[in-house]
Every structure is written in structure tokens, then in C-alpha cells.
T-cell receptor, first 117, second 112 residues
Framework: DTEVTQTPKHLVMGMTNKKSLKCEQHMGHRAMYWYKQKAKKPPELMFVYSYEKLSINESVPSRFSPECPNSSLLNLHLHALQPEDSALYLC????????????????FGSGTRLTVV | SQELEQSPQSLIVQEGKNLTINCTSSKTLYGLYWYKQKYGEGLIFLMMLQKGGEEKSHEKITAKLDEKKQQSSLHITASQPSHAGIYLCGADRRSTLGRLYFGRGTQLTVWP
């Protein structure tokens, strides 16, 4: 299994809603990442988990709350989002905190398209 | 990211033509990755380069990293409509492993 699976693929939520994005991988990777990508822009790093511990938070607003329940799962909890948070949210994984130790670099999921109304 | 300059921003070529996309950094790159993305979808890994002067090929795509490890190129030979998409270069730096930075991307259109 060389995939990162993200669910749901599409999500529409109101500004008062609470929702969660889910990411799963079974490649034995010990680092997992959340990226945010706005239209026609490159992905921007949000969070990094290494060995199930949060190692990098790129000054992301607290309305985004990451969680890593185990080495295969990564969640992103969303609460009180703003319309400008609408974007494609990408999950990625890698061995040992860098893509350099894998023949496939950082492996990305297909993303969740989030729309905040 | 302003740290990785990608050019050109967009490219329109006729099927069968060769093309090159460039990715330049003002700082030494520790790892350089090339990805392809269809609009609104995930990133598909193409190639990873780490050593100065390294060159890798897969099918009709060749990627190179210069000796100084500050510039990479992606070359597609005999382009096909299936090559169309957004090509992104991303980079690691030794001091900040795990913080993958991306260039702005190159939108490639291949017309029959």
C-alpha cells in the first residue's frame, strides 16, 4: 500500500460548524503533514507530526486543531472557520521526517476540497 | 514561496514537442522534488534529486540537479496530452527537514 487516503473528498461547512478531516496511511511512515492550498497557489505547510508528536506548527490559527491518534492516522479538526479558509487541504507522509529516505519522497493524498459558507 | 523560483509560469506546447521547466533557489538545496498536480487534486510524485549533478529519468521525463545544488530542470521529451497539468518543484533544506517549500508551479497545456 503506497497511498495516503483522505476523507472526505469534498466538505461544505458553515462558519459555526465543527467538522474533521481524516488522513490515513499504511506505509509505516512516521511523519505526517497537513498542507493548505488556495486556488492557483502552491501548497503551504500547516502542521508536521513526527512519531505522533506535533513538531511543527506554522503559526496556524487555533480554529484548526490537528490530532495524531496513532502512527497511521492524522486528523484535522475544524471549528468556527472563515470563508477565507476555503481551500484544498492536503495530507502527506514520509519516513523519518523527510522525503529523502523514501524512493517516493513525500507521499501526498488526493486532498479534501473545503468550502466554508 | 519566494524561495523557489519556477519558470515559466505557464507553457503551451503542441503534442510531440520537447519542453523544459526550471526551478531555481538562492540557497543550496538539500533535497529537490518534482510533483505533478491536476487542478484540485493531489500531488503525484515524479522524481527526487539530492546529489549535485544528479539526473533521473522516468519514461519521457528527465530531471536534473546542477552541481551547485541551486537549480533543477525538468525536461519532457515528445510531450503528450497526458503530460498536461501543473508541475511543482519542492525543496528540503538541511536546517529545516520536513518543511517542504514549493515553487509557484508551471501550468502545462499540450494541444493535439
Amino acid at each position: 500500500d503506497t497511498e495516503v487516503t483522505q476523507t472526505p473528498k469534498h466538505l461544505v461547512m458553515g462558519m459555526t460548524n465543527k467538522k474533521s478531516l481524516k488522513c490515513e496511511q499504511h506505509m509505516g511512515h512516521r511523519a505526517m503533514y497537513w498542507y493548505k492550498q488556495k486556488a492557483k497557489k502552491p501548497p503551504e505547510l500547516m502542521f508536521v507530526y513526527s512519531y505522533e508528536k506535533l513538531s511543527i506548527n506554522e503559526s496556524v490559527p487555533s480554529r484548526f486543531s490537528p490530532e495524531c491518534p496513532n502512527s497511521s492516522l492524522l486528523n484535522l479538526h475544524l471549528h468556527a472557520l472563515q470563508p477565507e479558509d476555503s481551500a484544498l487541504y492536503l495530507c502527506a507522509s514520509s519516513q523519518e521526517g523527510t522525503g529523502l529516505y523514501s524512493n517516493y519522497g513525500y507521499t501526498f493524498g488526493s486532498g479534501t476540497r473545503l468550502t466554508v459558507v | 514561496s519566494q524561495e523557489l523560483e519556477q519558470s515559466p509560469q505557464s507553457l503551451i506546447v503542441q503534442e510531440g514537442k520537447n519542453l523544459t521547466i526550471n526551478c531555481t533557489s538562492s540557497k543550496t538545496l538539500y533535497g529537490l522534488y518534482w510533483y505533478k498536480q491536476k487542478y484540485g487534486e493531489g500531488l503525484i510524485f515524479l522524481m527526487m534529486l539530492q546529489k549535485g549533478g544528479e539526473e533521473k529519468s522516468h519514461e519521457k521525463i528527465t530531471a536534473k540537479l546542477d552541481e551547485k545544488k541551486q537549480q533543477s530542470s525538468l525536461h519532457i521529451t515528445a510531450s503528450q496530452p497526458s503530460h498536461a497539468g501543473i508541475y511543482l518543484c519542492g525543496a528540503d533544506r538541511r536546517s529545516t527537514l520536513g518543511r517542504l517549500y514549493f515553487g509557484r508551479g508551471t501550468q502545462l497545456t499540450v494541444w493535439p
